[in-house]
């Protein structure tokens, strides 16, 4: 196991590093940047950033125009002092070419240096530790409850598969399947959070503002007032894959002989479903519970991180990427990435701990 440990370690480096070339050169070939950002500004008579970082009034900045070469660079740049545009890309890096800052960064990330956010004034490793609570939160929750539904649901369909119960809770699961969790967040807002009929519940944060002056068990019951319309729309979002998943696996192995062989020396069905059958056919859906959490975590809480206005990773993410604030971008996909690698490796080793037959070593 240690070796297997050591290949799947190894295996990381090139993965964590395809992952960051081919999302870098993505980025450097999309159109805008953090320059033109500052350039748009500008054209905006939005000073104020650019004066603080360029030491300079506006009668400077635009005392002289762009050479054709940085105003074929620069969409909009005419009219700018090219000196405004050299200070700026050389605050920003892009003063030297994209090979020499993918080295420069990468080398950085090795030694966990995520550098300073473009517009935030913070660190990009403050910037996630300051939102990751509320990530958490979310993720956190939602995987809890979306395990405690599907899989006794997915066991119950097993054992009744065919009955009207199944076929009744069928329809309910290919609702969760056909329609994504941001349309449920926004069904649920115009329901319950003063859309349109019910004022029920908030719409930003996860806390009220006088959430310091109340005491711990209504502080505790503010939390979960906030999170009950994102985390519903979550799980029901989530729930339907798991709960085939479950479904499935249970049919699977209630068919074999096993099985049969347990009923015949007459063991109660619940014996045979809870001693026997459990353990195998909950091995898939436990060992991956790692990478379902990372996959609510990091994926499926963006857009209702958004819709709810709540200030966690996604929300992060998704700022970042509008505002082009490239070490905010890069450097939570470069952790991100690493911890995902990591927890699918945490799963593999769930495998071995649920059912100990199973032995990756033997399969380098």
Known sequence: MTAYIL???????????GIMILNFIIIQAAPGGPVERVVAQLRGHDVTATGRIAGTDRGEMQAAHLSETDQSRYRGAQGIDPELIAELERMYGFDQPPAARFVQMMGNYLRFDFGQSFYRDQSVVSLILQKMPVSISLGLWTTLLVYAISIPLGIRKAVRDGSAFDVATSAVVVVGYAIP??????????????????DLFPLRGLASENWHELS??????????????????MVIGGFAGLTMLTKNSFLEEINKQYVITARSKGLTERRVLYGHVFRN?????????????????????????????????????????????YPVMFGTLYIFTLLG???????????????????FESRG
């Open 281 to 325: 056919a909950m091995l898939i859906v436990v060992a991956g519970f790692p990478s379902a959490f990372i996959g609510i975590l990091f994926t499926s809480a963006l857009l209702i991180e958004v819709i709810f206005s709540l200030d966690g990773l996604g929300l992060l993410g998704f700022e970042a990427a509008i505002n082009r604030d």
């Open 216 to 233: 711990w068990p209504m502080r505790i019951l503010d939390y979960f007032w906030h999170l009950t319309l994102p985390v519903t729309a």
């Open 341 to 359: 690698l990591l927890l699918n490796l945490v799963g593999d080793l769930m495998y071995t701990l649920i059912d100990p037959r199973i032995d």
């Open 181 to 198: 969790g941001f349309l449920f967040a926004v069904l649920l807002i115009v329901l319950f959070a003063g859309g349109s009929f019910l």
């Open 7 to 17: 290949r799947r370690l190894l295996l990381m480096i090139p993965t964590l590093l």
